[in-house]
């Protein structure tokens, strides 16, 4: 029998050798830092001349540029440009008119206050002009007739926003929001544009325009503007105060061209040329007026016109009637009496035996 083995309790002095050997053999915490970028770094900075201190800084430099163009981005910083490097026409403006009492109010407000508002601009990478207006003309026109009053310097600039057009729906859908908010446009005016970002190619219709442009327009509204679009493309080159239209006017030419009208119109707008926009808007409902009332159309809606037929009174009580219409004639039974489904399906069977004869 193996002779057993007495076990000794180590000594205090032996436990703590036995700790320090278990701790140089064991390796630590893995980093949080993965080993390719910790090599990565290591390698930068031997190859990196500059001390610790100023590889940081250039980091924090790095930081803030790229918060600084963050900012810049979400329009949240001020920009100071020349007058020159903005090119107002970049767009074309959907608000035709501008007031000149309005904008001499304007100019004076500024030239007292300031210009307590900024414009919005958008980068145009490579041209002469390399900020292109988003909204703000009437501001920009402003300052720029100040510039050429004064001529001092102190209106050769003015302070902008840059905004990113496509991370707000696009340049037009910006700039018509932008109106939309501050001074409401006409009909027409939406419709124009409508038309124009559609010729442009930034929707594929004006259809699609005026639901990207004014989406949250009611159904309504949105058929009045497509309305206006029409004539806007059909009559924009002949009428001289669009812009005066009444919706009801509006509405009413704009029937009058999807029912063929354009020609007419045209030519009464050639001949007589009007002189103001009350002359225009009676010229044209005196040339609407004197136009023939086209066909219905019974693809329209609407219950079409129906051709009485033959009526008869049977002995039974039932009165049969026939009604002609567009597709053909129908056959009615009725009366004080209601007939069962045996005495239709004989009928029935009648009408098919009338008509399987042979001529």
């Known amino acids: 029998?193996?002779?057993?083995?007495?076990?000794?309790?180590?000594?205090?002095?032996?436990l703590q050798r036995?700790?320090?050997?278990?701790?140089?053999e064991t390796p630590g915490p893995r980093s949080a830092v993965a080993p390719i970028a910790q090599i990565a770094a290591e390698t930068a900075a031997i190859h990196d001349p500059r001390p610790p201190?100023?590889?940081?800084?250039?980091?924090?430099?790095?930081?803030?540029?790229?918060?600084f163009r963050d900012a810049q981005g979400r329009g949240l910083v001020m920009l100071d440009l020349l007058l020159d490097e903005i090119e107002p026409d970049a767009l074309v403006r959907d608000r035709m008119v501008i007031?000149?009492?309005?904008?001499?109010?304007l100019q004076l407000a500024i030239s007292r206050n300031?210009?307590?508002l900024p414009i919005e601009v958008f980068p145009r990478p490579g041209e002469s002009r390399p900020w292109g207006l988003l909204s703000g003309y009437r501001r920009l026109m402003a300052v720029r007739a100040l510039r050429d009053i004064n001529r001092d310097g102190r209106y050769d600039r003015i302070k902008a926003v840059a905004r990113d057009p496509q991370a707000m729906g696009g340049t037009f859908a910006a700039m018509v929001e932008e109106n939309e908010i501050r001074a409401a446009l006409s009909h027409y005016e939406r419709g124009r544009i409508a038309v124009i970002a559609a010729q442009q190619g930034a929707f594929p219709n004006a259809e699609a325009a005026v639901d990207a442009l004014f989406p949250v327009a009611s159904k309504a509204k949105r058929s009045k503007i497509r309305s206006f679009a029409l004539i806007f493309e059909e009559l924009g080159d002949m009428l001289k105060f669009p812009e005066t239209l009444r919706e009801k006017d509006g509405l009413r030419l704009a029937q009058a061209l999807r029912d063929g009208a354009e020609a007419p119109l045209r030519?009464?707008?050639?001949?007589?040329?009007?002189?103001?926009?009350?002359?225009?808007a009676a010229l044209i409902a005196t040339t609407l007026d004197t136009l023939a009332a086209p066909a219905p159309d019974p693809r329209k809606g609407g219950r079409p016109k129906r051709t009485p037929g033959p009526r008869a009174v049977a002995s039974s009580g039932f009165i049969i009637e026939a009604q002609e219409e567009p597709d053909g004639w129908v056959i009615r039974l009725g009366g004080?009496?209601?007939?069962?489904?045996?005495?239709?399906?004989?009928?029935?069977?009648?009408?098919?035996?009338?008509l399987d004869k042979p001529d």
Do not use: C, N, T, W
């Open 18 to 24: 036995m700790e320090e050997e278990f701790r140089r």
């Open 336 to 354: 004080p009496r209601r007939a069962d489904r045996a005495l239709v399906d004989e009928l029935v069977r009648q009408l098919q035996y009338l």
């Open 53 to 67: 201190e100023a590889r940081a800084e250039a980091a924090r430099d790095r930081a803030e540029a790229a918060a």
């Open 267 to 280: 030519e009464a707008l050639a001949d007589h040329a009007p002189i103001s926009a009350d002359d225009e």
């Open 1 to 14: 029998m193996a002779k057993r083995r007495s076990l000794e309790v180590p000594s205090s002095d032996a």
């Open 99 to 105: 007031d000149a009492a309005e904008l001499d109010e």
């Open 114 to 116: 300031g210009l307590r």
